[in-house]
């Protein structure tokens, strides 16, 4: 699904390198979760991936079945099927949730070739994805993520993910600034979601958000590279230890 | 969940609008032009036109005098050059003051008389089926039941009204909705007595010209204690080519009335730029209510800056009742340039101004837009709200006064004034005048200028929208409080002007 | 004749001027063609609608009492500080200091203008003829053409501690012109320091050119003569990475009219103008007109303009204020706010606050407020037990602390906040 190859990443505005050298592969239908301490690129990755401003990729390239996803607009990006949950989902004033997530699920469709979605079955659609997620017609009706406290935010992003089908998620430290109600909710919907023809990359800071999500596979970066890939087991390791132990088993 | 049901409602409009847009892909839609064989003036403004104009319109004597007086003041005038125009100098002797369809020669008996070609103009501007019978004059059309909420309407085409739909209809309310040029026939003690007394002959350089050589316009009177049945609304359509339009508007709410006014205008695309100086005067009488909605999609010029209308228009409300109340909105992407300042008097006491206005400047069109608020009477209050939003190489001006005087006790006044910029070639621009002469009252004002928002952008091209897309979509979320404002038909055709004339603005 | 057209009669003889050396005389010269051609201001002029020149402009000026001050020790007294004192617009050399400090050069203009060359060339009237567009400021022109005296300082490092220009009031008819010249090169830093009423009619230009880095910090108290009228002008070119700030303070006067032109040519660099004014036009009338000009024609700057007047009995305040943001400015922060009190039905408040954008990559905004004292903050207090007038100024106070802590040095800002709370204590008796 997502093939990353050696990606080297670095701030265009600065001669800063973030990322030096990332490989990575996704399979259809598997959870992984990248883990690393903060400034280790985490974020950056998922950045670059759905192609934000700001970031010059110096060598490498990432592919989404086989698709070359760098030389493509970020919207092109989401039509091929990635979808970024964002750390910080971004309020837009004045835009009905509503009418963005129609716009959105139909400029995507669009596309890709098929049917926009009439108005009445888009709201049947909606009204049942928003209920599994228990967000109600009041959210749904606000403008976008203004005024939302941090779990409906995170919420509205998992709602979004489900109406838009993508066939990869990159969820950004999804976990932030939930309690763990919030995060029982959200990690559902995800679970939900999961799929055989669908792949997460789960990133994050803490093990916890794993507890719900479990992962097939644990990467860990550090300093613009995956340092170290393994079970489930490795996130319990950085539970317990902390990053410093693996780090320095790697220096070493 | 009740809260979802009324969501149906309000989604059902925004997805007609976003299909709506998608089919006119683009070019100005209503840039056709008729071929109707019309009958012009010779070019140019002085007294024989001005006589020409009055007689072609059977008007009485007192009439021809009056435009006569307005004509010799207008001489003795300079064009204003305040604001922040910059548009080559206008030669108003070479202009047609007066055009009118041939087929209109003879004033039509009844409809039936009504040039083919007309009526296929106005199923082009969209005006509602059952309108467009009324004013095709087919039999019976006026007792047919309309397709959702009734709306009459007259239409003026170039400089002259060619018909007023549902007037049986508002007759039995009381309400005299007519040509104006029909009223100082029909109902001269009525235009005797408000003409001229809220936008006064010598206003200003092009409302002069307009009180001088305006040949047509529109004409309501609401009668005390009256709601107005139903929406009236006038379509301004400029077709003949080198030909000034001057229509006069003239409303009177009477004591305890209601009436909502809606305008739309358009003109075909041509390579010259036309003349377009209208006043609208509205009288309100004690508590009465106006809301007066305007769409002007006047030609703007192509991407070059060719072409286009001058627009310089004289609008004022006089809320002379108490508790009279008047609310603008105004949402405005046509015209090459414009010069508009929709205005509300509060004479009387707890009277009411509101002005809603959306100004986008695209290419190279120039606004300088805004409104006056001028607070006389004791706990008045006014509120604007004004969204700029420039893109290409455009220029768009707030220019805005409110003025509390020394009587205007305990009046409010709040003011936002927001303004978004697409690209860095074009400029947006803030010039409010505050005076306030009295300590009891409260006079706010805020003022903001950014671009579109980088992430916000990005968020949207994340969830699969293109630029553009993104850009009408976020764009229609700074506008929403004065989409809002605007009657449901109008809100429609506002947010797909919002995305249509932004194209090309982004990329 | 009128008495504009005779002043300007008296600027197109060169004998009318002051007595200069050759490059000050062809600067002033340049300055009486330039008004000739412009003329003196009238209440057609956009910018004048509001304040009316007249007493400004005539041949003579109004009297003005000088107003006993009762012992109080002028501001600044306690401030280590060099002395340039000036007697109704007359150098008085035994009041001042000597003129001279380490990396600092400074001498009167009246003694730069008997050299022929100087370098104060480049700057005397330059900055004063940029800022004359797109607005006219003819009475600056003016100034350029007559002034009679003034400073003229370079400052080269650091300065231990500020310039201070004292202007004070004898002559109850005197008619003060002065124009001063400040250069501060690269990462200087200066604090000027301005009291005083000056004369019955003061006409001031100050031309200031912060270099790289440089940072320029001024402080002004305009007195508080009733009578006394006072016209200011104060030109600056702002370059990369510099800091401008200019804060004054203004209770009484009939007329005052402060006019504030800045030019920010250097990327990354910080112009603040600040203004206080409180007036009581009960016994006296009292005009006060801040007119603020700012062109952002650099990246990413920042600009702050922060205004609150307190106005009661007729007391009238006026403030003109815009931001222009020139094409390629782009990253500009630009930010407006002219806020007034009304005391009382009689006071009144006239606001022109403008932006004028052409870059898009800005974030500029303005806000401005007008009304009575907060009615509840007000029952607030005297729910608490204080009486009626010393709530009223101690909101007086508050409503003037945003504007009073754009002042740099916390110590002067304490002193103004303390003389503004002992004159209100003072007028409530």
Request: hydrophobic content about 40%; glycine content about 8%; proline content about 4%.
């Amino acid at each position: 699904m997502l093939k990353i190859n050696n990606l080297h990443v670095k701030l265009e505005e600065e001669d800063k390198q973030i990322l030096k050298g990332v490989d990575l592969e996704v399979p259809a239908g598997k959870v992984h979760a990248i883990m690393g301490p903060n400034g280790s690129g985490k974020s950056t990755l998922s950045y670059v991936l759905s192609g934000r401003d700001g970031y010059e990729v110096t060598a490498g390239d990432a592919t989404l079945d086989g698709e070359e996803l760098l030389d493509m607009e970020p919207e092109e990006r989401a039509a091929a099927g990635l979808f970024l949950a964002f750390q910080y989902p971004v309020e837009i004033p004045g835009v009905g949730n509503m009418t963005f997530l129609r716009t959105a699920v139909n400029a995507q469709r669009k596309a890709r070739g098929e049917e926009e979605m009439s108005a009445a079955d888009f709201l049947k659609f909606v009204r049942a994805k928003a209920k599994d997620l228990k967000i109600d017609a009041d959210m749904l009706k606000r403008p976008v993520n203004v005024g939302f406290s941090g779990g409906e935010k995170k919420r509205n992003e998992i709602l979004q993910m489900a109406m838009l089908e993508p066939k990869m998620c990159i969820l950004d430290e999804t976990d932030s600034g939930l309690d763990v109600d919030a995060m029982k909710l959200v990690s559902e919907g995800v679970n939900a979601l999961r799929d055989e023809g669908r792949s997460f990359l789960v990133i994050t800071h803490y093990q916890r958000l794993l507890d719900h999500i479990k992962p097939d596979v644990v990467h860990i970066m550090a300093a613009g590279r995956i340092v170290k890939s393994g079970g489930p087991e490795l996130a319990l390791e950085v539970e317990h230890n902390g990053y410093a132990d693996i780090l320095a088993e790697i220096d070493a | 969940m009740a809260g979802v049901d009324e969501l149906i409602a309000k989604e059902g409009v925004e997805e007609e609008t976003v299909e709506a847009v998608k089919s006119l892909a683009g070019a100005y839609k209503y840039g056709w032009e008729t071929e109707i064989e019309m009958e012009y003036a010779p070019k140019g403004v002085n007294p024989d036109i001005v006589r020409l104009i009055s007689d072609k319109n059977d008007e009485p004597e007192w009439m021809t005098e009056w435009r006569l007086e307005a004509f010799a003041r207008w001489e003795k005038l300079d064009e204003p050059s305040w604001a922040l125009l910059n548009y080559p100098e206008i030669d108003f002797q070479d202009q047609y003051y007066y055009a009118r369809p041939k087929s209109m020669e003879e004033k039509p008996k009844s409809l039936d008389d009504v040039d083919p070609k007309l009526l296929e103009t106005y199923k082009k501007l969209g005006i509602p089926l059952k309108e467009q019978m009324i004013l095709a004059g087919v039999d019976g059309a006026e007792d047919m039941p309309a397709e959702g909420r009734k709306v009459a309407v007259d239409a003026v085409f170039d400089s002259v009204s060619v018909g007023t739909t549902f007037q049986a209809e508002l007759k039995k309310a009381g309400v005299i909705f007519c040509s104006i040029s029909e009223a100082i026939k029909e109902h001269p003690e009525l235009v005797k007595k408000y003409l001229g007394s809220v936008v006064p002959v010598s206003d200003n350089y092009y409302a002069t010209l307009n009180s001088a050589v305006f040949s047509d316009g529109s004409f309501v009177y609401i009668p005390p204690n009256t709601r107005c049945p139903m929406e009236l609304s006038t379509y301004f359509r400029i077709n003949a080519e080198n030909t000034g339009q001057f229509e006069r508007t003239l409303i009177i709410a009477d004591k305890g009335s209601y009436v909502s006014y809606l305008e739309g205008c358009t003109a075909p695309q041509r390579d010259t730029a036309q003349l377009h100086a209208a006043v609208v005067e509205i009288i309100i009488e004690e508590d009465a209510e106006v809301k007066y909605s305007t769409v002007q999609n006047w030609y703007p010029g192509d991407e070059n800056g060719k072409g286009g209308i001058y627009n310089f228009v004289t609008k004022r409300a006089d809320c002379r009742g108490d508790r009279s109340k008047v609310m603008w909105t105004q949402v405005e992407t046509g015209s090459a340039v414009t010069w508009k300042y929709p205005s509300c008097i509060l004479r009387g006491a707890e009277s009411q101004g509101e002005f809603y206005s959306i100004a986008i400047t695209n290419n190279y069109q120039q606004a300088d837009t805004g409104t006056k608020m001028v607070h006389l009477g004791r706990d008045t209050k006014s509120r604007i709200v004004s969204k700029g939003i420039s893109a290409g190489k455009a220029q768009n001006t707030y220019r805005g006064l409110v003025s509390m005087h020394p009587k205007a006790k305990n009046s409010r006044n709040y003011t936002q004034c927001d303004s978004l910029l697409i690209g860095d070639k074009c400029g947006a621009h803030t010039v409010p005048y505050i005076e306030v002469k009295n300590n009891s009252s409260r006079v706010e004002h805020e003022a903001t200028t950014s671009k579109v928002d980088e992430e916000q952008m990005f968020y949207c091209r994340q969830r699969g929208m293109d630029e553009e897309e993104a850009v009408a979509l976020i764009v229609n979320g700074f506008a929403k409080e004065v989409l809002q404002a605007l009657p449901m038909e109008f809100a429609m055709e506002a947010q797909q002007l919002v995305a249509i004339s932004l194209e090309g603005s982004v990329g | 004749m009128s008495t504009a057209v005779k002043m300007q009669a008296a600027l197109i003889s060169a004998d009318a001027r002051p007595a200069s050396g050759a490059w000050l005389a062809d600067a002033r010269a340049d300055a009486a063609s330039r008004l000739a051609a412009m003329g003196l201001p009238t209440r057609r002029d956009e910018y004048w609608k509001w304040t009316r020149p007249d007493s400004l402009i005539s041949a003579v000026a109004d009297t003005a009492e000088v107003l006993d001050y009762e012992g109080e020790e002028p501001l600044f007294s306690d401030v280590d500080r060099l002395k340039v004192v000036f007697v109704d617009g007359v150098f008085s050399a035994e009041e001042s200091d000597a003129l001279e400090g380490e990396g600092l050069e400074i001498e009167r203009l009246a003694d730069a203008a008997a050299k022929d060359i100087h370098w104060a060339k480049d700057l005397y009237g330059v900055l004063e003829t940029r800022g004359q567009t797109p607005v006219n400021r003819p009475i600056a022109v003016h100034n350029t053409a007559m002034a009679t005296d003034g400073v003229v300082i370079r400052v080269t490092g650091a300065l231990s501690r500020p310039v201070s220009l004292v202007y004070r009031h004898e002559d109850a008819n005197s008619d003060a012109i002065l124009h001063s010249v400040i250069r501060l090169e690269d990462g200087a830093e200066l604090t000027l320091l301005e009291n005083g009423p000056a004369a019955a009619r003061f006409s001031s230009v100050l031309e200031v050119d912060v270099a790289k880095g440089a940072a320029f910090h001024h402080v002004r108290a305009q007195g508080r003569d009733h009578d006394r009228q006072a016209i200011t002008h104060v030109f600056a070119r702002v370059d990369a990475e510099a800091t401008f700030k200019s804060f004054t303070v203004t209770v009484n006067g009939k007329l005052t009219r402060n006019e504030c032109v800045i030019d920010i040519v250097g990327d990354n660099a910080v112009a603040h103008i600040a203004g206080a004014a409180l007036g009581d036009g009960a016994e006296h009338e009292f005009h006060h007109d801040d007119t603020v000009f700012i062109t952002h024609d650099a990246v990413a700057c920042e600009s702050r303009q922060v205004f609150k007047k307190v106005l009661k009995n007729g007391a009238k305040g006026v403030f003109q204020g815009k931001i222009l943001v020139k094409p390629d400015a782009q990253k500009t922060d630009g930010y407006q706010k002219s806020q007034s009190l009304l005391l009382d039905d009689d006071a009144s408040f006239q606001a022109k606050p403008e932006l004028e954008i052409y870059a898009d990559d800005v974030i500029c905004s303005h806000g401005s407020t007008t009304g009575a004292i907060d009615e509840e903050a007000l029952f607030y207090l005297r729910s608490r037990g204080v009486p009626t007038p010393i709530a009223t100024d101690l909101l007086v106070l508050a409503f003037l602390a945003d504007a009073i802590e754009e002042i740099e040095d916390e110590d002067i800002a304490a002193d103004v906040t303390g003389r503004l709370d002992a004159w209100l204590a003072r007028r409530r008796g």
